[in-house]
């Protein structure tokens, strides 16, 4: 009260309250004159649900008959539960006022997402959840060989094939229909072809660090200088498919680029996710590209320009990004100051171990390495090594479903990893939920090779409860109105592919998952080859003599929704490992929903068998 009547009559402040603060806010005043029953009750019912509590302490300084004076949180479990109060009286208090205050878009606009030279549309995710929760469309594309297309950069050898996924969808769109065009880097070429190609159907494009050409600085210059900028510095590879005497055909922009000119102030979680999906770049001719991107004030000039300078990009420095907007000015130029950039995971925070190990990270169905991004980041920043993998068919690898018809064919990246280790190393192998199937694979041909094996509410298979159990209940559960199926063999025979959809990710997978991650999932989750019973026991085949002689251990996942925690029990009781763990809240993707709890038990378990 003090610090409020110190400040100036005509200072306004934001105030936030925790808790029991909120009784007041502003929401409530249409109950205004209920304010002191409400609060007597909110306090009575806060109260109560704290002292009554396991872990919590009371004590009584005016003596035993009086009421107790002060209440002292004492454990984990009693800090949990008042985080959960907290978290409900935010819900319930604040985004109301929320909502009052900050309403939804007056006219819903559509923004188009490019991204730049390797990556995808899953750069944009955080972006994506944040323009869904404001109530806009969006649309995050893979331009060609990016992402999860199918095509790999040798089949797009023309800058009109990689942009074709583009220009198709601004095809697509209805004549009346107009679109917020941004491009991303690279991805400012990608708008500028489409801007001079449909420009009736943008109300404004921007660039977003991203190659603005125009009359005065054509796009054989900015791209030329662009690709300059990137092939030149250490951390790049590049390829010759035509012979060395011939130009370079792609780019691999590696884990040390990556970090020191492209991520250099994100999160560490977020290069992370990179390493996983960053795929090679097609190194187009300048004359290719300049053939393709012609530009003319009638149509290009015409739409609205903004461009967003990025003040701390190391890929290009702001000597050429001023350059371009001097050249080719556009209606507005933004920029984002970084002043202080606050990491998820702080490396001072993670000590180096003792001891190095080399965990092993295998994905469920329809998934890939990128799954795991969260714990590569605390793995690796705690100075451990981190292979995860993207099984056939999955992430970025570049076989199609059609293509990996067996079991063995999907299994090929993990098995043939494995095969590579030296004989004397040996991993802590890490399977989630179907990838569960994969691991146990891996112990029954590789037993020497694996220090640990840790499922992560994943299928396992023992002696007294076989693969045909657990798939067969993995199946049932993705029964579901939501979900589709293709029958590439007929109506009359099982199905071929399973392709999970958003309703069911949301509520059955990622329910207590970031929106964001929900959002990543989305760009990110491909179809997957629905197995059958019979070929998954064939090649899943354990004993106790190789199978067995691994150690194991299995993390609960209390929430899932995908595999309920009654079959979690039922396998771990036909089937005992050496550990087990529970994580509270946790729905199956517990690599999201609860990353830090799951890099604990990670932790301790591979440290227990080492």
């Known amino acids: 009260m003090e610090f409020m009547a110190s400040l100036p009559a005509d200072n ?6 925790h808790v029991m603060p909120l009784v007041d806010s502003p929401f409530l005043k249409p109950w205004r004159p209920f304010q002191k029953i409400f609060q007597l009750l909110f306090f009575s019912v806060a109260i109560n649900a704290n002292i009554t509590q396991l872990d919590t302490r009371v004590t009584y300084d005016n003596g035993p008959t009086n009421p107790p004076t002060i209440v002292i949180a004492e454990g984990k479990k009693d800090m949990e539960k008042s985080k959960l109060l907290t978290s409900l009286v935010v819900v319930i208090l604040v985004l109301p006022y929320a909502s009052a205050t900050l309403p939804g878009p ?64 601004m095809a697509s769109l209805p004549a009346h229909k107009k679109v917020v065009l941004v491009g991303h880097s690279f991805g400012g070429l990608g708008i500028s072809k489409a801007m001079e190609t449909f420009p009736d159907k943008i109300s404004a494009a921007v660039f977003l660090s991203g190659l603005m050409p125009g009359p005065n600085i054509n796009a054989t210059t900015v791209y030329t200088k662009a690709i300059n900028a990137v092939i030149t510095q250490l951390g790049t590879r590049v390829t010759y498919d035509n012979g060395p005497t011939n130009p370079p055909t792609t780019v691999i922009l590696g884990p040390k680029y990556l970090g020191t000119y492209i991520y250099q102030l994100s999160p560490i979680e977020d290069l992370a996710l990179a390493t996983t999906l960053v795929r090679p770049f097609y190194l187009y001719s300048a004359e290719d590209v ?36 001097e050249k080719n000015p556009p209606d507005e130029v933004k920029e984002i100051q970084v002043v202080i950039l606050l990491l998820s995971y702080a490396n001072a925070t993670l000590s180096e171990p003792k001891v190095k190990k080399h965990f092993v990270l295998v994905h469920t169905a329809g998934h890939g390495a990128w799954c795991w991004y969260k714990i ?15 099984l056939a068919a999955s992430g970025i690898n570049p076989k199609q479903t059609f293509q990996v018809p067996l ?3 999907y299994l090929v990246p993990l098995m043939e990893f494995m095969a590579s280790l030296p004989v004397h190393e040996k991993v ?10 994969a691991i146990a694979k891996a112990m029954e041909t590789f037993p020497a090779k694996i220090s640990v094996s840790v499922f992560v509410t994943a299928l396992m298979p023992g002696p007294k409860i076989n693969v045909t159990t657990v798939y067969t209940d993995l199946l049932k559960s993705v029964s579901q109105p939501d979900n589709r199926f293709i029958y590439n063999n007929g109506p009359t025979n099982p199905p071929t592919i399973f392709i999970p959809g958003p309703k069911y990710m949301e509520t059955n997978m990622y329910q ?62 036909k089937n005992p490992p050496d550990e087990v763990e529970e994580i509270q809240g946790s729905d199956t993707m517990m690599m999201m929903s609860k990353p830090q709890q799951l890099f604990t038990s990670l932790m301790r378990i591979a440290k227990k068998y080492n």
């Open 12 to 17: 306004k402040i934001i105030l936030v309250g």
């Open 106 to 169: 007056k006219a819903k606009k559509h923004f188009v997402l490019v991204h730049t030279a390797g990556h995808g549309a899953w750069t944009w995710y955080k972006i994506v959840a944040l323009m869904r929760s404001s109530g806009h469309n969006v649309t995050a594309l893979d331009l060609g060989a990016s992402g999860i297309n199918p095509k790999q950069a040798l089949e797009i050898p023309h800058f009109s094939d990689y942009l074709s996924p583009l220009m198709e969808f």
């Open 290 to 325: 300049s053939k393709e991107i012609v530009l003319s004030s009638k149509r290009y000039g015409s739409v609205r320009r903004v461009f967003i300078v990025a003040p701390e990009n190391k890929a290009f420095k702001m000597e050429f990004l001023r350059l371009m907007i």
């Open 376 to 390: 590569v980041a605390l793995l690796r920043s705690s100075g451990h090594n981190v292979t995860a993998l993207d």
């Open 407 to 409: 079991f063995s064919d």
């Open 428 to 437: 802590v192998l890490v399977g989630h939920t179907y990838g569960g199937l």
């Open 512 to 573: 207590r998952s970031p929106f964001q991650d929900l959002t990543l999932a989305y760009t990110l989750v491909r179809p997957t080859r629905y197995y059958s019973v019979e070929d998954t026991s064939k090649e899943v085949v354990i004993t106790n003599k190789r199978y067995g002689s691994v150690r194991r251990a299995f993390i609960v996942a209390v929430e899932d929704r995908l595999l309920k925690k009654e079959f979690q029990r039922l396998m771990i009781e």
